[in-house]
């Protein structure tokens, strides 16, 4: 298991080759990762709120539901959507479709663990030090 402070610095040294306008943290999970790395780029800050698992990790839907219609305007931005843990990956997928299709002009995908355009890591039974 990583401790808060070991996944903190992973996220502090970890470089992105490319600049964002924003970065999109996927609720609820995200939110702490996107925020960590928005301290660096400075860039705005936006959730996208979907739901498919219950609190135990247990798929709740057949497929992730948006839970709230976004307030924000990617149109011509470069988003930096922000998962902590991709599993299936059906939610970073319908999350970057979203931002596609409301014109932004660039999506990459950040994984605190599993598959993404980058992620810190890719581990099994991985346990976040945030989640109580």
Same mark, same amino acid.
């Given at each position: 298991?990583?401790?808060? $402070? #070991?996944?903190?610095?992973?996220?502090?040294?970890?470089?992105?080759?490319?600049?964002? &306008?924003? !970065?999109?943290?996927? =609720?609820?999970?995200?939110?702490?990762?996107?925020?960590?790395?928005?301290?660096?780029?400075?860039?705005?800050?936006?959730?996208?709120?979907?739901?498919?698992?219950?609190?135990?990790?247990?798929?709740?839907?057949d497929k992730p539901r948006l839970? $709230? #219609?976004?307030?924000?305007?990617?149109?011509?931005?470069?988003?930096?959507?922000?998962? &902590?843990? !991709?599993?299936?990956? =059906?939610?970073?997928?319908?999350?970057?479709?979203?931002?596609?299709?409301?014109?932004?002009?660039?999506?990459?995908?950040?994984?605190?663990n599993g598959p993404a355009d980058?992620?810190?890591?890719?581990v099994p039974c991985f346990r976040?030090?945030?989640?109580?």
């Amino acid at each position: 298991m990583y401790s808060f $402070e #070991e996944l903190k610095s992973l996220i502090e040294q970890f470089e992105l080759p490319e600049r964002f &306008d924003m !970065v999109v943290a996927i =609720a609820n999970g995200g939110i702490i990762p996107a925020a960590m790395l928005n301290q660096r780029l400075g860039a705005e800050f936006h959730l996208l709120k979907f739901s498919l698992r219950d609190p135990m990790q247990r798929p709740m839907y057949d497929k992730p539901r948006l839970v $709230e #219609e976004p307030g924000f305007d990617v149109a011509g931005r470069r988003a930096l959507l922000v998962e &902590d843990r !991709v599993k299936s990956g =059906a939610t970073l997928q319908m999350a970057r479709q979203l931002l596609i299709d409301r014109g932004a002009a660039t999506v990459r995908t950040f994984a605190v663990n599993g598959p993404a355009d980058y992620s810190l890591l890719d581990v099994p039974c991985f346990r976040f030090p945030w989640i109580l």
